[in-house]
């Protein structure tokens, strides 16, 4: 019988489906295996499923052996696995596209309200009992309907907040894109834009780029400087995308208004990150698919691409 290692618990969904026709070992803990724990776990596997904090590199693969035939990334982001290395061995990678679109569309949206709108000052303001009465020059934030709103890779989350904040807020849309989106622009009226002039217009930035050579460091110390004093930005993307250093600054300096980030660089942000300390920044931890339509989806996907590869099948989401 094929054996499976599985990197963390993940929704019933799928993983029922994998242990009905496979030996299949799940890792237990709340944190992620230690690598030296995770290349003695997968010894002997015919198949891998992963996640963004598990590096899949071509030792893992051998320590795995010559037997593993695919891995599947529970993630639409798959840049924890070195896909040249699996290609090289014969070794299918998929991933889970599609899965979190919306559940991922709504909390860039959460975000942009919880960043515009002084929510972390104000939530401190009332858990430290500090709410006596009401203030016309507290709290004081952005709005957004008819802004226009800036969207970094029009993917499927960048049309679908697209969608949301079009439709909901009346707001203009700019994007950029390795490609020009006719049908965003018709629904939308959206225009595509370099990236320059998408921050200098845009009142709220978000973000929706894969983490490529380069895209990593895209937004710094320059692109933050063009941006509006009132603006905002969103990442929803992957932490490295943006130059934190450069974002403290522009958040301490006030040459943006205010951030709000599900992905930072690393994860979990470390305890003395200054960005903790920015009252304008509003963090959450990589809550962007936590959903259960979501991750019940994603955990299907996942088992999906596993049983296709073990049946000598191409998987059906395979990586680009």
């Known amino acids: ?75 639409v982001g798959y840049n924890n696995i070195d896909v040249t290395a699996a290609t090289q061995r014969g070794i299918a990678v998929g ?21 515009g709108r002084c929510f972390r000052t104000a939530i401190q303001n009332v858990d430290q009992l500090g709410w006596r009465n009401w203030e016309p020059m507290q709290f004081l934030g952005q709005e957004f309907g008819g802004k226009t709103l800036g969207i970094v890779g029009m993917g499927r989350i960048g049309a679908a907040v697209a969608k949301r ?37 845009s009142d709220v930035v978000s973000l929706h780029t894969s983490l490529q050579p380069e895209t ?12 509006k004093q009132s603006a905002i ?37 470390p305890s003395d990150s200054p960005l903790r300390q920015r009252e304008n920044c509003v963090i959450l931890p990589h809550i962007g698919s936590a959903t259960h339509i979501a991750r019940n989806r994603m955990s299907n996907i996942a088992a999906e691409n596993i049983i296709a590869a073990l049946s000598g099948r191409g998987m059906p ?3 680009a």
């Open 165 to 201: 904040l079009h439709f909901g807020w009346d707001m203009k849309v700019v994007y950029t894109s390795r490609s020009t989106k006719p049908e965003m622009e018709a629904l939308f009226g959206a225009r595509r834009v370099s990236l320059d002039d998408l921050l200098t217009e």
């Open 1 to 75: 019988m094929a054996k499976i290692f599985v990197t963390r618990r993940i929704p019933s969904s799928g993983l029922e489906r994998l242990q009905t026709q496979f030996e299949v070992k799940v890792w237990e803990r709340d944190d992620p295996p230690p690598r030296e724990i995770l290349l003695e776990q997968v010894r002997g596997c015919d198949a891998l499923l992963t996640m963004l904090s598990d590096r899949v590199d071509g030792e893992l693969m051998d320590a795995a052996g010559k037997q593993l035939r695919g891995i599947a990334n529970f993630a």
């Open 216 to 227: 990593r460091g895209l937004i710094g110390e320059r692109e933050l400087r063009l941006m």
């Open 95 to 115: 991933n889970t596209p599609g899965a979190l679109t919306d559940a991922t569309a709504d909390i860039a949206v959460a975000l942009m309200l919880a960043a």
């Open 317 to 319: 989401y395979p990586v």
């Open 233 to 269: 930005l969103i990442n929803t993307s992957r932490g490295e995308v943006i130059h934190q250093t450069a974002l403290n600054g522009a958040l301490l300096n006030g040459t943006i208004f205010a951030a709000g980030l599900d992905v930072t660089d690393p994860e979990p942000l």
